[in-house]
């Protein structure tokens, strides 16, 4: 009998098997990389300035909240029975709220506004080395090896190659600023999402922190004079596809962190710059030939790190 690949891998036990590691990994990695042009198409469509920042908040805070409500709804329905938070979730969704969406997704969406996306490609792949850090040092949820600094930095190495031209394209200090804050604040939620899905629903917990982060997200948007005036079929559909990134991608990885390390997880996050180059090169019939040798290059450079970094386990 055929079975959705996401039902297959809510099958507890080859959530720890390297091929469905690699595969959903992947996956959430490459809708993540279709964020990127997303988001500023986004801007684009509903006509949202890059100084307009309550305007920017706002549109961020609709996508994570209707991310939020997608989320309960497909995983419900994947599990068979509604996923409703008990009293005693109430903190964790509010902590990983904080991290995960409000300071993490406000800080990715101001600082987009003011670079561009390969040079927040970089600075945003840093979160893989403050995950692991974090991880280790502050949650002391594993071990800090050489073989997962080593991985990190080959995987680092791969994502700067792939953005080489974002050294010869203008960019923000503050846009930069606020991206490597963003980082830090996903790290954090990483290490909180570990801890809390030892005792409650990871994909639970995704759903309700994000639409708890999209509502105080939208309120701040509102109530600062935030609006989003230009609704067209355009707008609305790339702001319905931006949920269904993060309802799925978001869910899933965290779904994975459960039942591995959060450093066996986080350097995929390399993946993410590359698969969105990547994804522009297919669309962009002026691209040049050293442009797609450069993105072979730096994915084996990610893929390697990857492989360094799972070697010898937790």
């Not at 959705?4 to 098997?17: A, D, E, F, G, R």
């Not at 549109?59 to 068979?80: D, K, Q, W």
């Not at 969406?101 to 800080?107: C, D, G, P, S, W």
Request: aromatic fraction near 12%; include cysteine.
């Amino acid at each position: 009998m055929f079975h959705p690949p996401v039902v297959i891998i809510m099958n507890k036990s080859k959530l720890t098997k390297p091929y469905i590691i690699w595969l959903v990994s992947a996956l959430c990695c490459l809708l993540w990389g279709s964020a990127f042009p997303a988001i500023r198409r986004g801007y684009e469509y509903l006509h949202i300035e890059s100084a307009d920042t309550f305007s920017i908040i706002l549109f961020a805070g609709v996508r994570f909240f209707g991310a939020g409500v997608l989320t309960l709804i497909i995983f419900s329905l994947i599990e068979r029975k509604p996923l409703l938070p008990k009293k005693t979730d109430a903190p964790k969704i509010a902590v990983l709220s904080v991290f995960q969406t409000i300071v993490q997704y406000l800080f990715f969406y101001l600082g987009l506004a003011f670079t561009t996306g390969s040079r927040a490609s970089i600075v945003n792949s840093t979160s893989v080395f403050f995950a692991i850090f974090i991880s280790a040092l502050i949650f002391k949820q594993e071990k800090l090896k050489s073989n997962k600094i080593i991985g990190s930095v080959i995987g680092f190495a791969g994502v700067v190659l792939v953005s080489l031209d974002a050294f010869k394209s203008g960019g923000g200090a503050v846009g930069e600023a606020f991206i490597l804050i963003s980082s830090v604040s996903y790290a954090f939620s990483s290490a909180f999402m570990k801890k809390y899905s030892d005792s409650s629903d990871p994909a639970m917990l995704s759903g309700c922190q994000f639409m708890l982060g999209g509502a105080v997200m939208i309120a701040v948007g509102l109530i600062c004079g935030g609006r989003l005036t230009e609704l067209n079929a355009r707008g609305v559909l790339i702001t319905v596809y931006l949920m269904l990134v993060s309802a799925l991608a978001y869910s899933l990885w965290s779904i994975l962190i459960k039942h591995n390390s959060v450093s066996k997880i986080a350097v995929f996050g390399f993946l993410t710059p590359i698969f969105g180059f990547v994804m522009s090169l297919m669309f962009d019939a002026s691209s040049k030939a050293e442009s797609s040798v450069f993105a072979v290059i730096s994915l084996i450079l990610a893929v390697t790190g990857i492989i360094i970094v799972n070697k010898n386990g937790d």
